[in-house]
């Protein structure tokens, strides 16, 4: 199979922490694929900007080794590696000092009408004063964008002055809050999946869906983040964001077109209509946990507490809640959400199970019928399952087998995965937002997250402990056991 691949016009984009891990890890080497594949022009200007001193060489060096780490040998020809490179230049420039800025200036003069995407890869405390100077300086033409990413606050109220600082200089249509998990090839097929098949539509709702389950487990632990990660916890480094934006893609209603505000109001009257949790569910309904020592795989591994040197820490690193949807579509259809750091695999998936038949017509011999299920498996080997009961094959009297119809991506497509920073980061260029949170969901989604973390701040409750390398505490397990139904985990997804 071949890919198509669009150049997007002529761009400056300027890296805020282009010296941090972010863009090492993620950004520069979606930057570069997207060159590889063709789809950068000829003028497009990659410019880093940190407090440090460096020269271009040194920042190009530094890009050198970011490649090397983080793409595989085969697309690093060394003509490659040179075309790239040439893109790159570099300012020193204090984020809240006038330091630099002048010399940014003229970096940005000789292209004064060209598409500039200001990249701002630093914690949201410089959001404020990046956005003030580039205001400051003129930096920012009618082609600008402003590109933030999480944690966009820590509740309702820091998101909103987070977003007031920024809104200050960029306009809303010039603003994309990313959320990497909506560039995922497998969180665009779900919208492809269902509004591109006319045959889930119909099956869409509570008539015929008895439940949804969106797991985010990862293997690894927070290891060096746990400075950060400590201030957040899962609720709102997964939560608030990724898998809130998932539970939307599933429950929205079908938009009017891609067009972004059409696509981004449907969400928005997703994360309005998710039930607030009553005083009782806050505790009923919602589980927090946290690693202790376990293994992975073969590996022992520390617990949270240790990794992060303080034994007192409330940070959970493991939720599980049931929500629900106030909606005609979803009435009384549990959402069971769940994420968590040191489970017992690394898996991402959405799994939608239908109810069972309304009535069964075979003989007890012929076995159980369980209800179908849809499986989207973000990551790894992406695809879609589809379980059906089917006719064990030969004779012997009629015994149902339940078995996936399996579409494995990597199978179908044996073309590599981009990566969900390269089209987004296209996706800016492009000043497409359907991918990017509008401010009012990042407020919305806020409004259900902010009375857990309230609800927590007051309890005297600590979260649960669980061992690592397992699916979590045990609460999570009576979570949705209580309801009848059973995490889908291993063989059965
Ligand atoms: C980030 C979180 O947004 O997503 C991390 O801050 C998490 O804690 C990561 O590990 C998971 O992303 P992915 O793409 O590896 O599933």
Redesign the pocket.
């Known amino acids: 199979m071949t890919t198509r691949i669009i150049p997007v016009e002529s761009f400056d984009i300027v890296v805020f922490g282009a010296t941090g891990d972010l863009a090492q890890r993620k950004l520069i080497p979606a930057l570069f694929h997207r060159d590889e594949q063709g789809q950068l022009p000829n003028e497009a200007r990659i410019i880093g900007t940190s407090r440090r001193d460096m020269s271009h060489d040194e920042f190009r060096a530094f890009a050198t080794t970011a490649l090397e780490t983080y793409v595989e040998a085969t697309y690093r020809t060394p003509e490659m590696m040179q075309k790239f490179l040439n893109r790159l230049t570099y300012v020193a420039a204090e984020a809240s000092k006038e330091d630099g800025w002048p010399k940014l200036e003229e970096a940005l003069a000789p292209f004064p009408d060209r598409i500039r995407v200001f990249y701002l890869a630093v914690g949201p405390d410089l959001f404020g004063p990046i956005c003030e100077r580039l205001g400051n300086h003129k930096l920012v033409n009618a082609n600008s964008r402003a590109v933030v990413e999480?944690p966009l606050g820590k509740s309702g109220e820091s998101a909103q002055a987070l977003n007031d600082a920024i809104g200050k200089v960029f306009a809303e249509p010039m603003i994309y809050r990313i959320d990497?998990y909506l560039g995922k090839e497998t969180v665009q097929n779900l919208m492809a999946l269902r509004f591109a098949n006319a045959l889930f539509e119909p099956l869409w709702s509570a008539d015929h869906i008895d439940h949804v389950q969106i797991t985010?487990a990862?293997t690894?632990g927070v290891e060096s983040?746990a400075g950060y990660?400590d201030t957040s916890g899962a609720l709102r480094?997964?939560v608030q964001n990724?898998i809130l934006q998932l539970l939307c893609l599933v429950a929205m209603e079908p938009p009017s077109s891609i067009e972004a505000d059409a696509v981004r109001d449907e969400k928005l009257k997703v994360l309005k209509s998710l039930k607030p949790l009553s005083a009782v569910e806050l505790d009923s309904h919602v589980v927090r946990g946290q690693y202790r020592s376990g293994a992975t795989g073969d590996t022992a591994v520390k617990g949270y507490l240790e990794e992060l040197g303080n034994p007192d820490s409330k940070t959970e690193t493991f939720v599980a809640i049931k929500a629900e949807i106030a909606s005609w579509r979803w009435n009384h259809v549990p959402f069971y959400l769940r994420t968590g750091k040191r489970l017992a695999e690394r898996v991402?998936e959405i799994t939608v199970q239908f109810k069972p038949v309304p009535h069964n017509i075979f003989r007890k011999s012929a076995g159980p019928l369980p209800p179908n299920r849809l499986v989207i498996r973000l990551?790894p080997d992406e695809g879609v399952k589809l379980w059906l009961s089917v006719k064990e094959p030969g004779p012997g009297g009629l015994r149902f087998k339940h078995v996936p119809l399996d579409m494995s991506f990597a199978e179908a497509f044996s073309t590599r995965q981009p990566e969900?920073y390269e089209r987004l980061l296209m996706d800016v260029v492009r000043g497409n937002q359907t991918l990017f949170m509008r401010r009012d969901e990042v407020a919305a989604a806020w409004k259900f997250i902010d009375p857990i973390l309230d609800h927590w701040k007051e309890s005297t409750d600590t979260p649960k402990p669980y061992t690592s390398g397992t699916w979590g505490p045990t609460a999570s397990i009576a979570l949705i056991e209580r309801d009848g139904r059973t995490w889908f985990e291993g063989e059965e997804t």
């Open positions: 999480k990497h985010v990862e690894l983040r990660y480094d997964m990724h991402s990551q969900a």
